[in-house]
């Protein structure tokens, strides 16, 4: 289907199911959106995310950005993951080499979130999964960035029903619990991954976010403060770390000179949609700048009902982004 380019803008994309957590990744010319397939099933909201019950996911493929995606179909079901009970959330997918390499999160057969990787010839797979976990991986919403340099770093995380809030120094502890008031906040994941993308090359590390004063952000910053969904990615030379705040709804960009941080808060890349979660993805698609996110108008804010929608974002000479709002 054809259409006006402006007119897709802002519109639900795959409006045969709800969809969120949009990866949107440019691949041979194409792009390819790697969503979180939401259920239409009803369950109670709670602070534990128990309501996002996903169990496979669907690859879309873009021809372009004024024409509608394509279902290419299942692309991974969670019984085909042998390491995996419930919850398949946000996953991302890279290109190395000729395969595809598609991240995702799950709970473990004990409840742990950990994450996977799947593999196939095509980006569309489907893909096969890993038996294990990554080992050492913990927590949800692996984003898979690609540096220019040819190196490959996986960031993620989720606080509250992500559990990364149970984490200090990659070690879970039963009494870990999101810091207050002016204790340094959670941070974000990143590491390294091994030449053949499968397990990381190094411990985890922290990606630091300081204010604008240079001071690492802190419990109380909740409307700067990571909660999960983030997306890496390189303009300029400069990176850009960018995620969701979580409790204020706001999707962030900060800056860093290197890919570990530590990073500088930016500021707001869009504001508050309909529905609980906020989660997105930026790609460059022929010159121009794409946010993908999600929204729940649609369900009348039913938050596990989310619809995959896509701007156009712009930056200023500075680098900075201009906010948007949904
Ligand atoms: O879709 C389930 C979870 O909701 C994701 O993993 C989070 O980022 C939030 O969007």
Same mark, same amino acid.
């Given at each position: #289907?054809? #259409?006006?380019?402006?007119?897709?803008?802002?519109?639900?994309?795959?409006?045969?199911?709800? /969809?969120?957590? !949009? +990866?949107?990744?440019?691949?041979?010319?194409?792009?390819?959106?790697?969503?979180?397939?939401?259920?239409?099933?009803?369950?109670?909201?709670?602070?534990?995310?128990?309501?996002?019950?996903?169990?496979?996911?669907?690859?879309?493929?873009?021809?372009?950005?004024?024409?509608?995606?394509?279902?290419?179909? #299942?692309?991974?079901?969670?019984?085909?993951?042998?390491?995996? +009970?419930?919850?398949?959330?946000?996953?991302?997918?890279?290109?190395?080499?000729?395969?595809?390499?598609?991240?995702?999160?799950?709970?473990?057969?004990?409840?742990?979130?950990?994450?996977?990787?799947?593999?196939?010839?095509?980006?569309?797979?489907?893909?096969?999964?890993?038996?294990?976990?990554?080992?050492?991986?913990?927590?949800?919403? !692996?984003?898979?960035? !690609?540096?220019?340099?040819?190196?490959?770093?996986?960031?993620?995380?989720?606080?509250?029903?992500?559990?990364?809030?149970?984490?200090?120094?990659?070690?879970?502890?039963?009494?870990?619990?999101?810091?207050?008031?002016?204790?340094?906040?959670?941070?974000?994941?990143?590491?390294?991954?091994?030449?053949?993308?499968?397990?990381?090359?190094?411990?985890?590390?922290?990606?630091?976010?300081?204010?604008?004063?240079?001071?690492?952000?802190?419990?109380?910053?909740?409307?700067?403060?990571?909660?999960? $969904?983030?997306?890496?990615?390189?303009?300029?030379?400069?990176?850009?770390?960018?995620? +969701?705040?979580?409790?204020?709804?706001?999707?962030?960009?900060?800056? /860093?000179?290197?890919?570990? $941080?530590?990073?500088?808060?930016?500021?707001?890349?869009?504001?508050?949609?309909?529905?609980?979660?906020?989660?997105?993805?930026?790609?460059?698609?022929?010159?121009?700048?794409?946010?993908?996110?999600?929204?729940?108008?649609? /369900?009348? $804010?039913?938050?596990?009902?989310?619809?995959?929608?896509?701007?156009?974002?712009?930056?200023?000479?500075? $680098?900075?982004?201009?906010?948007?709002? !949904?």
């Amino acid at each position: #289907m054809i #259409m006006d380019n402006s007119s897709l803008e802002k519109k639900v994309l795959i409006p045969e199911t709800f /969809s969120a957590d !949009p +990866s949107a990744n440019v691949f041979n010319g194409k792009i390819y959106i790697y969503p979180s397939h939401d259920r239409d099933i009803v369950l109670e909201h709670n602070d534990n995310g128990d309501e996002y019950m996903m169990e496979d996911y669907h690859v879309y493929e873009m021809d372009d950005v004024n024409t509608m995606p394509r279902d290419c179909g #299942m692309a991974l079901h969670i019984k085909d993951i042998p390491w995996a +009970s419930i919850q398949a959330w946000a996953p991302d997918c890279a290109e190395k080499n000729g395969t595809y390499y598609f991240y995702f999160p799950a709970r473990d057969k004990q409840g742990m979130f950990r994450l996977g990787v799947a593999t196939a010839k095509n980006p569309e797979g489907p893909f096969k999964a890993e038996p294990e976990p990554i080992k050492g991986s913990y927590s949800i919403d !692996p984003c898979i960035f !690609p540096d220019d340099d040819g190196q490959y770093y996986l960031t993620w995380g989720g606080i509250w029903g992500g559990q990364l809030d149970q984490y200090r120094n990659n070690v879970w502890g039963k009494d870990n619990k999101e810091p207050e008031g002016d204790e340094l906040a959670v941070c974000g994941k990143i590491a390294k991954m091994t030449d053949d993308m499968l397990q990381f090359a190094e411990e985890p590390r922290d990606i630091v976010v300081l204010d604008e004063n240079g001071k690492p952000l802190t419990g109380k910053d909740h409307d700067k403060r990571y909660f999960e $969904g983030p997306w890496l990615f390189k303009r300029n030379g400069k990176y850009y770390f960018t995620y +969701s705040t979580g409790d204020t709804h706001l999707l962030i960009w900060t800056v /860093s000179d290197n890919v570990y $941080g530590p990073y500088t808060y930016g500021g707001v890349i869009m504001t508050p949609p309909v529905g609980w979660t906020t989660h997105h993805s930026i790609c460059e698609f022929k010159g121009k700048w794409y946010l993908f996110y999600h929204d729940c108008i649609r /369900s009348n $804010g039913v938050n596990h009902h989310r619809d995959v929608k896509f701007q156009e974002i712009k930056f200023r000479d500075d $680098g900075s982004i201009i906010t948007v709002n !949904p």
